[in-house]
């Protein structure tokens, strides 16, 4: 991404919120700001749902293109727009390529487990599961990269670095592991609270900087993410084992979500370490 995108984004917020700010109470324009930054952190994925919307409306099976493939087709070419258009920049690229490989690695063992299927053929289907659905976690580490961007977000104080690759490592193993050995994520819970429990994000909203606890943005992000997942079902294009059409998922797949969040966070902070500092004009809490 070129200097002048972001710079482009900061002068239209900028006109938006002195706009806002002049015709509605203070509290109120900030929180409008705050959706509406969020929304459009959240753009991409928002469009990759409405594809599954939509063509579960339409598609029919005499098509001479498989529903799966087409899905395939219109999330490359999201990303070849959200890159050409600089909505997304080539540092933020890398993250999503790295969501797109664990994800997927994470789908094709799940799915050949009986955790979850993909109902229908496709050319691009791959030991059960369709190549898209690797955009789906891709749209995650979007979300969070551009998030980081817009509200210009810092998060401090931080634990050790090191700390935070060895949950992150755990807890993705674990999703692998308990098929096999005891499921340990009650002490992962455990963990991302210890490790976390000081640590605030900080964030702008034109010119005021607001704070939140990291776990209760992890909290909140994963009920979204479980909306989000009941339009997959929703929409046919998985389901659990077990699990019928028009069910609704699970509420205990929140915390898997949870965890999965720090897996998320983390892979986004081996690209994006500059914000792991704390505030310009924030000392680092002892």
Known sequence: MTAQHPNRTKRLERHLGDWMR???????????????KQGWAAFPGALLLAGLIISDRIWQPNWPIARFDALLIYALALQALFLATGMESWREARVIALFHLTGTLMEIFKV?????????????KVWGVPLFSGFMYAA?????????????????PYPPYWTTVVLAVAIYTNFFAHHYLPDIRIALFAATVLLFARTRIWFHIGAQRYWMPLPLAAFLTSF?????ENIGTATRTWLYAGQNAGEMVRLAKM????????????????VLRDALRPPEDHPPQT
């Open 22 to 36: 002049a015709r509605l109470p203070l509290a109120l324009a900030e929180f409008v700001m705050f959706v509406l």
């Open 112 to 124: 050949n487990a009986g955790s979850w299927a993909y109902p229908g053929d496709a050319i691009s």
């Open 140 to 156: 995650v580490g979007s979300y969070m990269a551009r998030v980081i961007r817009l509200f210009d977000m810092r998060f401090a």
């Open 224 to 228: 979204f993410l479980w909306l989000a």
């Open 255 to 270: 915390g898997s979500w949870y965890l999965l969040l720090y897996v998320s966070f983390v892979t986004v902070t081996l």
